[in-house]
Structure formats: C-alpha cells, structure tokens
C-alpha cells in the first residue's frame, strides 16, 4: 500500500540535480519543498566531465536529475554527444532504479503552436516521449521516472498528470527499493544451491541436524514469506 504523506514518520530527502545553474530550476526546487513530506537537497552537477563525479547516495532516499535541452541539447544516453551514457547506471547502481527520476526541462510548453488544442498538446508530448524512451533506452532502463516538460525556472511548466506521477515517485522513494530484495533472494538461493548441491549430501545425517536451526531462522522465514506474497 502506498503511504500517505501523514502516514510518513519523517520527510523523504530527495536530492534535486542539474549541471545548469540553479536559477534554471529554482521554481521546481520551491514547488517540491513546499510538499510537507519532502526535504530537498540541491546537488550540482559538474558542466563537464560528468562521468568522473560520484554522486553520493549517503542521507538522501532518492534523486532527481533535471536536464535542459538548452543547456546541453536533448541527448541524454545512447545518442551522439550523450552526456549520461556512464553517469546513470552507476547512479541506478547507487540508488535503485525505484529512486532515480530524470526530467528533461525547456521544451517549449504548451508543444504545437501557439493556440493549439490541448488535446494536440499531448499528441505533440506522446510523440517526443515515444521518440525518448525508443531512442535513449537507458535513460529508461536507470529510472524509475522519465519526464518532459517545459520551463522550471520562474514558473514549472508541467502537465496535471506528471506532477502526480512525480508525487507518487517522491512517496514511495522511501519503499525499499525492489532491486534490494532481488539481490538478498539471488544471494539466498546461491547459497541454498550451493548447500544442496556441494555440502548436504557429505554430512552424515547425525550431523545435519546441527544445521537445522538455520533453515528456521526468522529472518530466513521473513524473507522468503516476503518472496512468496510478491509472487502471488
């Protein structure tokens, strides 16, 4: 279930980045704070060089990376003059993918021309989207969340839905990360494995018995009690 801002028992800190100037975000960064739950901590990102910066996961429960297209052009991984190609796995690495969210900032907002529909709008958003998530895949493949949107400067220019997706993203940033529990299972059946295949068929039976308490262990029976109901 997901936990309700009153639910928290402490706010979530979520580190808000960007190789641009601060000024380029200052509004997004005030619109976050003033959620109640959330405790934001700007981070600047190196212009250049950006795959030799290490960025911390130490105190904070997720990441925001904020990308301007006028900044550094639209290229993010897997496209020439990509700027991420290294920075985002290691970052997912640190993280969790279920703690990294990427907004690519600056586009002109509302998209189509001036006057046009709502409804032409998001025609114009779904296709850079599509064209985003099909052309710089590992962007997707690092995040939780991927985004477009328009100004976050002076105003945040955002459409209704996405700001509730990044809601939820900021809420659940404090779920412990799925990709935790699949390495702790991956690491139990190893070793599970390991102790079938390698070590139980040469113990005498006598002696396996001082074994037993282990297969009983509670955290042993937590963990895969956990298993069990994601499964089912």
């Given at each position: 279930?997901?936990?309700?801002p ?6 979530v800190?979520?580190?808000i980045?960007t190789?641009a100037?601060?000024s380029n ?9 003033i959620?109640?739950?959330v405790?934001v ?8 060089d ?5 960025l ?10 904020c990308?301007?297209?006028n900044?550094?052009r639209f ?7 990509s700027l991420?190609?290294?920075?985002l ?13 990427v907004?690519a900032h600056?586009?002109q ?6 006057g046009?529909?709502?409804?032409n709008?998001?025609?114009?958003k779904?296709?850079?989207m599509?064209?985003?998530?099909s ?11 991927a985004?477009?949107?328009g100004?976050?400067d002076?105003?945040?220019d ?6 509730k997706?990044?809601e939820?993203?900021l809420l659940?940033?404090?779920v412990?990360?799925?990709w935790?529990?699949?390495i702790i ?7 599970e ?9 040469y ?6 018995s001082?074994?037993?308490?282990v ?7 937590l ?5 069990k109901?994601?499964?089912?």
């Amino acid at each position: 279930m997901m936990e309700t801002p009153s639910s928290m028992a402490r706010p979530v800190t979520i580190g808000i980045c960007t190789s641009a100037l601060r000024s380029n975000i200052e509004a997004f960064i005030t619109k976050v704070s003033i959620l109640t739950y959330v405790t934001v901590r700007f981070i600047k990102l190196p212009y250049n060089d950006l795959d030799s910066f290490r960025l911390s996961s130490a105190g904070l429960d997720g990441v925001i990376i904020c990308h301007s297209i006028n900044n550094r052009r639209f290229a993010m991984t897997d496209v020439m003059d990509s700027l991420y190609d290294k920075f985002l796995p290691r970052v997912r690495r640190n993280f969790g993918k279920d703690s990294v969210c990427v907004i690519a900032h600056d586009f002109q907002w509302p998209m189509g021309p001036a006057g046009s529909s709502h409804e032409n709008h998001i025609r114009i958003k779904d296709t850079h989207m599509d064209s985003f998530r099909s052309k710089q895949f590992t962007t997707f493949e690092c995040s939780k969340l991927a985004m477009i949107c328009g100004r976050l400067d002076r105003q945040v220019d955002m459409d209704e839905e996405d700001w509730k997706q990044l809601e939820d993203f900021l809420l659940q940033c404090r779920v412990k990360p799925e990709w935790a529990w699949n390495i702790i299972y991956s690491i139990l059946d190893t070793i599970e494995r390991l102790i079938m295949t390698y070590i139980k068929p040469y113990i005498p039976q006598a002696v396996r018995s001082v074994f037993a308490p282990v297969e009983d262990d509670s955290l042993l029976r937590l963990l895969r009690d956990h298993k069990k109901l994601k499964e089912s």
